[in-house]
């Protein structure tokens, strides 16, 4: 199976700073990777498909990058609601994999 | 709006057999795969099983041969048949849609399964 890292465990950030968060696929997805926002209590929100497309709704501040093996999620400004829990996800083979998540924490 | 709500959860005794049921509206059904991802406590995602729009199904190594996912486009609904359950089944259970070569774009707010004597 494909496995996914995500690095670092957790970031420790305050509002309005930048965030850049990296997956990385054990053999090349190609650009079939997806990331996921987790709130406590709360199920996961799709925020970016294909590597880099926002999904509907998602603010502009959310981008992602990258393909093959190497990806990144970058969060241009913290708002309050950011602070949550980030998982990237592949679905180029089978069995579908997620990352073992990045906690975006309040500084 | 889509709106999935899943059902069904609750305590079993390791061996025991659970079936979740996820009702699903506002898209078109018949169209989406659909799928089930679980979230043991205090854990990330793992992606449980999805069944594609032409009723072809896959799972996770670990859940093949014990459970079984299916849909009734008639209803609208999904189902996640859970047999010979074990101590790490116990998850938070939701079902989402994957429109047809895309990523999970809608959630459930999941079904609790708790495996414990």
Known sequence: EIVLTQSPATLSLSPRERATLSCRASQSVGSSLAWYQQNPGQAPRLLISDASNRATGIPARFSGSGSGTDFTLTISSLEPEDFAVYYCHQRSKWPWTFGQGTTVGVK | ?117
């Open chain 2, 1 to 117: 709006e889509v709106q999935l709500l899943e059902s069904g959860g609750g305590l079993v005794q390791p061996g025991g057999s659970l079936t979740l049921s996820c009702t699903a509206s506002g898209f078109a059904f018949s169209e989406s795969a659909l799928s089930w991802v679980r979230q043991a406590p205090g854990k990330g995602l793992e992606w449980v099983s999805t069944v594609g729009t032409a009723d072809d199904t896959y799972y996770l190594d670990s859940v093949k041969d014990r459970f079984t996912v299916s849909r009734d486009i008639s209803k609208n609904m999904l189902y996640l048949q859970m047999n010979s359950l074990r101590a790490d089944d116990t998850a938070l259970y939701y079902c989402a849609k994957n429109p047809v070569g895309d990523f999970l774009d809608s959630w459930g707010q999941g079904a609790l399964v708790t495996v414990s004597p």
